[in-house]
T-cell receptor, first 115, second 120 residues
């Protein structure tokens, strides 16, 4: 069965600083990988996804992620964090069931941004 | 585009009553919807897969008689928590698949804002 590990429960960065959120996955085949952000009182918003092709994926809000098969990782990065980026971030791996992808989520990383 | 709504956003009920939560895809048709449960400060746990026109598929450990799912149309799925008890209190989130093909590749789940259920 697939699994996702987000080693960092909570991260604090200063506004304007760079950010990297770690995500490691365990899956027997080529994974479908996602990063979602959850703000308080709001649903999960898709930041970016990887299915195949270029291993560096660009997303919304200035985020990017790099798929590294050798390390089983899909870390999320942003060069300069804004205060509005404070939220909970979830990495997920998708299992293609043939009709739809079931997602397994990591436990999330809460990002705090200091001014 | 690809907006998913949930209603209600919050519900408080007495123990033993049933609660229905609606999940709607507002601007697209979704043959498949998912229901998740999220405990405080924890991840989302998939409860069941809801397919339009067929019975829902439940994950291991989820009581299908407790959590009734009906996918009435291509834009609506409902989750009914029957005979709710305090341990059913949680944040319930649905998602809908925007199909890009027929193989499942490229599918993206769009999530609703969630429903906070509190059972007294």
């Amino acid at each position: 069965a697939q699994s996702v590990t987000q080693p960092d429960i909570h991260i604090t960065v200063s506004e304007g600083a760079s950010l990297e959120l770690r995500c490691n996955y365990s899956y027997g085949a080529t994974p479908y990988l996602f990063w979602y952000v959850q703000s308080p009182g709001q649903g999960l918003q898709l930041l970016l996804k990887y299915f195949s092709g270029d291993t560096l994926v660009q997303g919304i809000k200035g985020f990017e992620a790099e798929f590294k098969r050798s390390q089983s990782s899909f870390n999320l990065r942003k060069p300069s964090v804004h205060w509005s980026d404070a939220a909970e971030y979830f990495c997920a791996v998708g299992l293609n069931t043939g009709t739809a992808s079931k997602l397994t989520f990591g436990t999330g990383t809460r990002l705090q941004v200091t001014l | 585009g690809a907006v998913v709504s949930q209603h209600p956003s919050r519900v408080i009920c007495k123990s033993g009553t049933s609660v229905k939560i609606e999940c709607r895809s507002l601007d697209f048709q979704a043959t498949t919807m998912f229901w998740y449960r999220q405990f405080p400060k924890q991840s989302l746990m998939l409860m069941a897969t809801s397919n339009e026109g067929s019975k829902a598929t439940y994950e291991q450990g989820v009581e299908k008689d407790k959590f009734l799912i009906n996918h009435a149309s291509l834009t609506l799925s409902t989750l009914t928590v029957t005979s709710a008890h305090p341990e059913d209190s949680s944040f319930y989130i649905c998602s809908a698949i925007l199909l890009l093909g027929t193989s499942g590749r490229g599918d993206t789940q769009y999530f609703g804002p969630g429903t906070r259920l509190t059972v007294l």
